[in-house]
């Protein structure tokens, strides 16, 4: 009886420990998922990425699959992955269910909020076993973070715009990450009301606004763009900056990329 | 045709040229903001200055160059292939100018350079779709269409190679140009444009009569002391010239070369001297009201977004010449 009992304990443990820990090979459908499965300690596993994944620099060794939208099933394939991750967009449906009908094993996260990020930590953790590791990453974050919403308290909240791309503008709206790391650095998206995630801003809007802060993070040269127009507030303080969008990844360097906002944009 | 005197070439153009500049100064009252137009320059608060000096103006004014450059051009298009569905944009000029400036901008050229890749790229589009229509001295019409719709389909396939193969956010601008958009331009910018489009526009009204001569055939027009290919060559030359400078900051502007050459003769009558002038005009006055269209229509809603110019003068475009063939079929 107690030797069965023990056979059974041994054998209900293998049996929920075995689909935890048997994912030894791992393909990342994006950079930020690249970076949550090296931050939760899978790096070793990984297999696969995109040709947009370069942090942590150990990314840039990895197999390529793709890039964003023109991965290849193929060579997801050819790389025998036992679990594919990826943020659902419109060509992922397909490429799912091709990976599920060769058995693969698919886990699709949101990461289109601060909080998407963390339920996506938490989700590709629970999936990989390793849930323990997600806590203190997640603890980590909101430390991290509430450090650097307190560097801000008491600030005048000031408007702001950030310019994902300069021609044609497209600005960061509502209901993005980038927008929650706008609010956490105690500034007001003067884009954060409209209803799509990344509008094509007008630049009268944009000068009707007067946005006190500017986050450029078009990667090409600005040139003398932004000192075309002189009545901007952000211009006329030269609160103008240039960030580099590597950084801004909705992933687990979200507070990094909150630190350099706030120390781009307040520190003064 | 003989009945074109000066009076009426000078009143008709300054007409539509009057025409054009009030719809310019209409259009700059409009937008997200309402400027007061009817106080001092000085008066105004440095952000009204910016929005219509720096925002504005420019605007405007690249949609006057765009829309002059893409009428005209369309006008001795279908004159000189006497082809009324003929244009920039289904003959793959505007497609072949698309490349050459993605081309330019891809290997780092400076602004300046960029028109004249554009324009070599839509010429050789021009010259290839020409030359493959042409049979024993005459233009065969369908076969001059389909080899624009096959070209169109060739160019597009390079384009979209290109955008494979480029950056997240060169590809983005790729799908900008190919929609067809006006951005706020530097005046320098479009200044250079402007010159080349009013040079290109001066060689097609001198050629104007050459033009209104080869309606009546090759064989007339060299009877009456015309060489066709020598005209030919500086019809396709300027025009090509005017679609390759006005491409690279607008992109594929479609349907305006198609209708304003129809509305320009139904103004002025087929004499060509004075319709490709008019076309002129005539463009860059709807052309500003399109993208007048695509500036503010939903600005102020709940998307707070721009549409493409592009997708504006298709919606008016399409169904305008739709009744403009069934009203020629009727009659």
Known sequence: MRRAFRLAVVALCLFFSAPAFSYERIVSFRPNV???LFALGLGSKVVGVTSFCRYPPEAEKIEKIGGYFNRSLEKTLSLKP???VM????TTPKVEAALRRSKIEVVVVKADTVSDVETAVRTIAAKAGVSDKAEALIQNMHLRREALLKSVDGLPKKKALMVIQRRPLIAAGGGTFLDDLLKDAGLQNIAGSSSLPYPHFSLETVIAKAPEVIIDLDPSDAGDYWSRYPSLPAVKNGAVAKLSPDLFVPGPRIPDALQALIDATRAR | MKSLTIKKWLAT?????VLAVLVAFA??????KSLPFFTRWSAW??????????SRLPRVLLAAVTGMALGSSGT???GLLQNALADPYILGVSSGAALGSILGYALGLPFAGIPFFAFAASLAAMLLVYRTAMRGGQIAPHTLLLTGVILNAFLFAFILILNGLASFEQAQKIIFLLIGNLETETYGRIGLVAGIVAAGLIVLTAEGHALNLLTSGPETARSLGIDPNRHRKRVFFAASLMVGAVVPLAGLVGFIGLFVPHIARWVTGPDHRLSIPAAAWIGATLLIVCDTLARTLLVSSAFQTELPVGAVTALVGAPFFLLLMKKRGRS
């Open chain 1, 34 to 36: 690249t970076e949550i």
């Open chain 1, 87 to 90: 943020v659902p967009d419109a």
């Open chain 2, 13 to 17: 153009n300054v007409l539509l040229v």
């Open chain 2, 45 to 54: 608060s440095p952000e009204d200055k910016d929005i219509f000096w720096a």
């Open chain 2, 76 to 78: 001795a298009f279908q």
């Open chain 1, 82 to 84: 036992d679990l594919v």
């Open chain 2, 27 to 32: 259009a700059s009252l409009v937008g997200e």
